[in-house]
């Protein structure tokens, strides 16, 4: 039966829709609004229509934009942090290699190929995490020191060399391991150099220069106006805690920082291996733990190995240290932050001693492989992160004999043939030379030869002219040794002191480390701690300028300061002027 009351199918479709339209239209306009006085023309329909369509596309227009700026800022800052399963505990790792630049890597991976008698393309850990680069100058300088570079890293700010987290206008700066503290991390410094040296001072405490040795003590146990940031420091500098009356001492105060520490703050003193051994690898640990295992440093790897009854290693100290942390943050929502330190690194290539160097690099790429596993396996999601302050020696896999033509070469085996230091050597020289005063010089060269020379270095064949340099002069035995041992192995050196190359970065990976992916400033590896952690550094460096006095500068250390600064250097670094001294009273009475 045919519809009666529709349009004719046939009619105009348009003017079919346009009446329609304006119909419905007029329907919906007399809905919304009472009738006016005259009633509305069809071009104001029209214009109300366009005006509810652009309000709409505006209205979802911003609500994508407002989805996809959220969006954004979740992924860029909450993408370095854990899964929302583990919103707020986690643990950082940060490792310093000490003074080792790029050419240290090529040095000891060929070392250990051929001790080891590896494949050529077998790699260090170190190389299987290779991250990107660092660049390193400092603010007062193209050459960076130890203090200013680990200012860079506890602060994430540049400043002058030999600063110790304190401004270029010598005004504190709170650090990430201060914040952490604060926030409810537990903390640990662990070094193979005196506890009080730079890189970990740096991150506990806050002097104009480095040198403040004994104020920076008192510092790192709790006597600076935070208290105590530090749960665990481990490594050498003993002679930094003892009051100048007691033996063994090289404070220039009578201030008991050891008892201080003890009776105070309530450390746990551990000063020899029957004490580390007790902390059962860190399963018997009562924190804050001091353990101070040296009167000065801990004795270069190559050395320590024979005196293990007497000297941790890096690693040892470091996997007690990760499992004590561990263990006292197992009920906490907070994780742990833990710097470790391969600090003789740049002893050796102060020295110029590759031999020790080797042995150092090992030693610490062990300690990274050791992190990396401990990661792995707890259950709490962490990240390494591991780099280097600055590059020492300016350390070149070649030598050129001068007026000859280049040996494209280099010896690995006569490293391998030293069991010694070039430190230790002098040390026994010295010993010898102060036992023997009525020894001829040709009967000193002798003993040189045998004992140290051939026993120690591996060399059977020293010119006459070396062994006279050492008789004549012990003082200078420590270059000499390096030198006999570098020109035999073809290696080359350009400074006693530091280099401005850029140094390597090395990561576990994991959230947020991609930022430090490519070349990048040292300040941004302090960024990435802080931020990883989630942690406040302003706010504790507020706090520091708001409360903290640093005192009047010690007597011509000013004039240091201003004219270092415009010079753009510092002075030596402390190895260069003390150690040898420092390494003979520790040496000689516990060696």
């Not at 199918?9 to 009446?19: E, I, K, M, Q, Y």
């Not at 009633?39 to 407002?66: C, D, K, M």
């Not at 003193?269 to 640990?285: I, K, L, P, Q, S």
């Not at 670094?573 to 003390?578: I, L």
Request: aromatic share 8%; glycine share 10%.
């Amino acid at each position: 039966m045919a519809p009666t009351s529709r349009t004719p199918l046939l009619a105009d479709p348009g003017r079919r829709s346009l009446d329609s339209d304006h119909a419905a239209a007029e329907a919906e306009d007399a809905a919304l609004h009472p009738p006016r006085s005259r009633s509305r023309g069809p071009w104001s329909v029209r214009l109300r229509e366009v005006f509810l369509f652009g309000w709409a596309f505006l209205a979802t227009t911003a609500l994508i934009v407002v989805a996809v700026v959220f969006q954004h800022r979740q992924q860029t800052t909450y993408s370095s942090l854990p899964s929302p399963s583990s919103p707020n505990k986690r643990n950082l790792v940060f490792m310093v290699s000490d003074g080792m630049g790029p050419a240290s890597l090529s040095l000891t991976r060929s070392y250990r190929q051929l001790v080891e008698g590896l494949a050529p393309d077998d790699t260090l850990a170190l190389d299987r995490h290779f991250w990107g680069t660092s660049r390193t100058r400092s603010s007062s300088s193209l050459v960076t020191d130890s203090a200013a570079g680990a200012t860079a890293f506890s602060c994430g700010r540049k400043s002058y060399n030999g600063a110790i987290a304190v401004d270029p206008g010598r005004r504190p700066c709170g650090t990430v391991l201060e914040a952490a503290g604060r926030a409810g991390y537990k903390t640990g410094l662990v070094v193979t150099t005196d506890v009080t040296d730079a890189t970990p001072a740096s991150f506990a405490a806050h002097v104009y220069w480095r040198f403040q040795n004994d104020e920076i003590a008192l510092q790192e146990v709790g006597e600076g106006v935070l208290g105590r940031s530090v749960d665990l420091i481990f490594g050498g500098g003993r002679c930094r805690f003892l009051p100048n009356s007691t033996e063994g001492s090289c404070r220039q105060d009578d201030v008991d920082v050891a008892g201080i520490a003890r009776e105070k703050h309530g450390w746990a003193w551990a000063d020899d291996r029957a004490a580390f051994e007790a902390m059962g690898g860190g399963r018997n640990v009562s924190l804050p733990a001091l353990g101070l295992f040296a009167a000065g440093d801990v004795p270069f790897e190559i050395d320590r190995r024979g005196m293990g009854d007497k000297y941790p290693s890096l690693s040892e100290m470091a996997g007690t240290a990760l499992r004590a942390l561990e263990e006292a943050t197992k009920d906490s929502d907070k994780g742990f932050f833990l710097m470790i330190e391969g600090s003789r690194i740049d002893h050796a290539g102060h020295f110029n001693d590759p031999a020790a160097q080797v042995r150092e690099v090992l030693e610490y790429d062990r300690t990274f492989k050791l992190v990396l596993d401990f990661l792995e396996q707890s259950e709490t999601e962490g990240v390494l992160v591991a780099t280097s302050d600055h590059e020492t020696g300016g350390l070149a896999t070649a030598w050129q004999t001068p007026g000859h033509l280049p040996v494209y070469d280099w010896h690995p085996s006569v490293l391998a043939k030293a069991n010694a230091s070039a430190e230790y050597l002098a040390v026994l020289l010295n010993k010898h030379v102060a036992e023997m005063k009525e020894e001829s010089k040709e009967s000193l060269k002798d003993w040189i030869n045998t004992h140290l020379v051939i026993q120690r270095l591996g060399i059977a064949n020293a010119l006459d002219e070396e062994l006279e340099a050492l008789a004549a002069n012990p003082g200078a035995a420590v270059g000499l040794f390096a030198g006999m041992v570098s020109r035999r192995a073809r290696i080359g050196w350009s400074t006693g002191g530091h280099s401005a190359v850029d140094v390597n970065i090395y990561s576990s990976g994991g959230r947020g480390a991609e930022k430090l992916r490519g070349n990048v400033e040292n300040t941004d590896i302090g960024e990435f701690l802080r931020d990883y952690l989630r942690v406040d550094v302003e706010e504790i460096t507020k706090e520091l300028q708001r409360t903290m006095d640093l005192g009047p500068l010690p007597e011509g250390l000013g004039v240091k300061v201003e004219e270092k600064a415009q010079m753009g250097g510092s002075p030596p670094e402390r190895v260069v002027e003390e150690p040898l001294h420092v390494a003979v009273s520790d040496m000689v009475s516990e060696w």
